[in-house]
């Protein structure tokens, strides 16, 4: 039996059970199930199946040709069913599933020495328990089913977007390891940028209206989140011979590849052979035909703020018999080192800081008398099909002994800028973390108080 608590906590990550399916019927009968059963599904409940289900008790027998048996061959004891046990904070992940409002999106929490994933959310969600007991009803898995905005699909791991401005972390660390630039390297920031012949490409402040951001170092450059600095990138490295640099660099953090979490989860894209110097321009402030899913975002945040190590994201924390010593245990498991010298990896660093605390950085509007270490970076992601997606994704240097360290990644499909819609969730994400979900971290701008939607006005 199943009953999944106040309406599903992270059920992206649990996922649900539903009888065996008739068309499935003799596969599980072939496994030695009855038939009768309730299987896992999706998310952990299928991933953890053979913990979770047990296994019954067999003999096999030898019979002669009237069907009477000779002897028996074998036997099988029962064994019992085993628990999981999940890294997911309960409580953090309830404030922060009350905190989406209406926004379509998601927000990936991950410890950041160790990568061991302590919230999920994706937006909207759904109630696991109409698959079950007394919601099982055909209307109500036609509400989940059929909504068009796909509850049962989990954005936060299989969601790909293009990454915008975040993936300027990673055009930063192709620019300095390349050695074509330093992280004192000046340039013009200017609002239009005329580098590369017959095209004019924008800065995000011309469209707001404002004054261009001037001269800039390459720190200051992500600082500002400066597009025309990291067109001037693409379109040197580009010229310079340096032509899957970027790539080649992304895919050492991470990106283009399954992380190898334990849900299921989509690669996304990465070109390594970019077409032209357009092409390599747009990339360099993560457009193009970059695709890439909000948990390899924070995953490569992690290994960004603690040094440089990826780790295996999990949502597993240990699996056994309730009373026994466990069968799995979680230990971090390294899968790589960010292609990036240890002092280039440190101006990376203390560029998103600048973001957050320095009064020009694209964030620190939101993070006015903020009480805790921050680092990050604002994204605004082009969308074809409608407005732009908001990205903010960050970590937290508290280097407090009783209390991990998180890197976050936040982002809301079609909400505008990055700054105004997806900064205030990481404010909340941390506030909640450090102080023990007493601290709601402010007002977010859908809502009228913290968790309550704001009303609509009345024309």
């Known amino acids: 039996a199943r009953y999944y608590y106040d309406g599903g906590i992270a059920p992206h990550v649990t996922g649900y059970v539903l009888n065996v399916p008739a068309e499935r019927l003799e596969e599980y009968q072939r496994l030695g199930y009855t038939g009768d059963e309730k299987i896992g599904y999706s998310g952990l409940e299928a991933w953890g199946e053979q913990y979770l289900a047990g296994t019954h008790s067999a003999d096999l027998y030898v019979k002669d040709l009237q069907g009477q048996v000779l002897t028996r061959i074998a036997s099988a004891d029962p064994k019992p069913a085993q628990s999981i046990y999940t890294t997911i904070n309960s409580q953090l992940q309830y404030w922060l599933q009350q905190s989406m409002g209406d926004n379509v999106g998601a927000i990936v929490v991950m410890e950041r020495d160790t990568s061991k994933v302590i919230a999920m ?16 009803t055909a209307y109500s898995i036609a509400e989940v089913t059929q909504n068009p905005l796909n509850p049962m699909y989990n954005r936060a791991t299989q969601g790909v977007y293009p990454p915008g401005s975040i993936f300027k972390v990673v055009s930063m660390a192709a620019a300095l390891e390349t050695g074509v630039f330093t992280k004192d390297y000046p340039y013009l920031c200017d609002s239009l940028w005329y580098e590369l012949d017959g095209v004019v490409l924008k800065d995000w402040t011309y469209d707001k209206g404002y004054e261009s951001s001037g001269m800039l170092t390459l720190q200051q450059g992500l600082m500002r989140s400066c597009n025309p600095w990291f067109y001037h990138i693409g379109y040197t490295l580009w010229n310079d011979g340096y032509r899957t640099a970027i790539p080649d660099v992304a895919a050492g953090f991470g990106l283009g590849k399954k992380t190898g979490i334990e849900i299921p989860e989509f690669e996304g894209n990465l070109n390594m052979t970019p077409s032209d110097v357009y092409d390599y321009v747009q990339m360099s402030i993560g457009q193009s035909t970059l695709q890439n899913s909000p948990l390899q975002i924070a995953n490569f945040i992690a290994a960004v703020g603690n040094g440089g190590t990826l780790h295996q994201p999990t949502v597993v924390e240990r699996i056994g018999l309730v009373g026994n010593d466990p069968v ?112 709601a971290g402010g007002t977010m701008p859908w809502e009228e108080a913290p968790y309550i939607p704001a009303q609509p006005d009345e024309d």
Do not use: C
């Not at 759904?126 to 079950?132: A, G, S, T, W």
């Open 121 to 136: 959310v994706s937006s909207p969600g759904f109630d696991q328990n109409v698959f079950v007991g007394p919601s099982y």
């Open 328 to 439: 799995y245990e979680f230990e971090p498991k390294e899968i790589g080192q960010l292609p990036v010298t240890p002092e280039n990896l440190e101006a990376i660093r203390e560029a998103m800081k600048m973001v957050i605390w320095n009064p020009s950085g694209t964030a620190n509007f939101q993070f006015k008398n903020f009480s805790y270490n921050v680092a990050g970076k604002t994204g605004t992601a082009e969308n074809p099909l409608g407005k732009s997606h908001a990205w903010f994704a960050g970590y937290s240097y508290e280097e407090n002994p009783d209390l991990p360290d998180i890197a976050v990644a936040v982002i809301l499909e079609n909400a505008g800028e990055g700054s105004e819609m997806a900064a205030p969730l990481f404010r909340r994400v941390v506030s909640l973390y450090f102080s023990g979900m007493k601290n």
